[in-house]
């Protein structure tokens, strides 16, 4: 059974959570009220996925992740933290490999980013590993002063300098200052450790704010249209899109949604032609979802997906035929099922237009219809 490590400093709250997750009875929780404590089960056997608070005692988090890129890069990260994430611009709220929890958060959204953490590896959409991208905003965060090695798999090694939470210097073959980070900040499949700042390395040559480095790598995930697909040779370089925090209005029986939703994923990905799959709320956030061997950009879609029903139900209230509830559209690419799921939720499935989308469409009634029940 997969490994779950969660670290926190605070004991009853760890506890609490294990509880909670264990009722799922999916994968094993184990728990560990500091970093140290945490580091010691790490090196004692392999964790499917490690959730840590970004303000864990004795070893701090940045060094717990350290030693997850080096030691196991495989394995997903949860960083989880109650200090806000201004940083991440609200379209952008969603991550990969290592995902960003704020606290409070639900036992579901903690299951859901842990479930998408599992199956990241197990569709091996987790080769892009840990990225710069996702990990310097934690720097910035703890305002952390130190000298960052950073190695990557395809581009080899790079080191950046940080006072204070500021990047204002970077090194890599040949480059320096802004050019250095600029290229360090868009690898991926990174392992990187940390040391104490040189004391000649003083002079800022880096002029642009960390964020704003970090926001040009984001903006290129935006690329590719919503019906656009790419071979799966190039998945390198357009992530997968993985689980957001659960933001709905309202409480959602997750026991029983969880597997009913799962049972029927697991169902519609043996059809033909499957593509992707995602839970999406009102306000474009993705909850959930699952891809095959093609990356689509899901984040499109779902941000345009209120709207699109908005459209469609003043069209059908002004023709009279009734409240609309499911959308197919149909394009040289794929064919993409969209269907309004209780309150305020929307599941979109997308197939190749080969695909047998009548029967994943005949199966996602059956699916909402058992849930409403």
Same mark, same amino acid.
């Given at each position: ?40 089960? &790490? ?49 952008? *709220? %969603? ?10 958060? *639900? ?26 991208? *996702? ?6 965060? %703890? ?8 190695? !990557? ?24 200052? /802004?050019?250095?980070?600029? =290229?360090?900040? !868009? ?24 964020? =704003? ?8 995930? /935006? ?10 040779? &190039?998945? =390198? ?13 309202? /409480?959602?029986?997750?026991?029983? *949604? ?16 499957? &593509? ?60 993409? &099922? ?20 009548? /029967? ?14």
């Amino acid at each position: 059974m997969d490994k779950v490590l969660i670290v926190d400093g605070d004991a009853d709250f760890v506890k609490n959570l294990k509880a909670g997750l264990e009722k799922l009875q999916q994968f094993e929780v184990l728990i560990a009220v500091d970093g140290q404590e945490a580091l010691a089960c &790490l090196k004692n056997g392999r964790i499917s996925v490690l959730v840590c608070d970004i303000q864990t005692p004795k070893i701090e988090c940045l060094e717990l992740l350290s030693f997850m890129t080096e030691k196991h890069p495989g394995s997903p990260c949860i960083v989880t933290t109650d200090m806000g994430k201004p940083w991440f611009r609200e379209e952008l *709220s %969603q991550q990969t490999f290592l995902y960003h929890l704020e606290k409070p958060f *639900s036992i579901g959204a903690i299951a859901s980013a842990i479930f998408v953490g599992l199956n990241l590896r197990d569709e091996g959409l987790n080769r892009r590993g840990m990225t710069m991208a *996702s990990l310097l905003p934690l720097v910035e965060l %703890q305002q952390k002063t130190c000298r960052m090695r950073v190695a !990557s798999a395809d581009a080899g090694k790079g080191y950046l300098y940080f006072d204070r939470g500021v990047l204002f210097d970077a090194f890599y073959s040949g480059m320096d200052g /802004e050019e250095a980070a600029k =290229e360090i900040s !868009s690898w991926n499949r990174i392992g990187f450790k940390l040391s104490e700042l040189p004391r000649q390395r003083t002079r800022k040559r880096v002029k642009t704010n960390i964020m =704003e480095i970090v926001d040009a790598s984001w903006q290129k995930e /935006e690329a590719l249209a919503p019906g656009d697909v790419e071979p799966a040779d &190039l998945r =390198e370089n357009e992530p997968f899109i993985p689980l957001t925090e659960e933001v709905t209005p309202f /409480e959602i029986d997750w026991e029983k *949604s969880g597997r009913v939703l799962q049972d029927f994923l697991n169902r519609v990905k043996k059809m033909k032609g499957y &593509l992707a799959f995602a839970l999406v709320d009102e306000e474009g956030k993705i909850l959930a979802a699952d891809q095959s061997e093609y990356v689509l950009n899901l984040r499109i879609m779902a941000r345009h997906m209120k709207p699109l029903f908005a459209d469609a139900r003043h069209t059908a209230d002004q023709i009279k035929i009734g409240r609309a509830s499911a959308l197919t559209l149909h394009c040289p690419s794929s064919t993409i &099922l969209m269907q309004a799921y209780q309150m305020n939720l929307f599941i979109i499935i997308v197939c190749n237009p080969q695909g047998d989308w009548s /029967e994943m469409k005949i199966r996602l009634d059956e699916m909402v219809q058992s849930l409403e029940d």
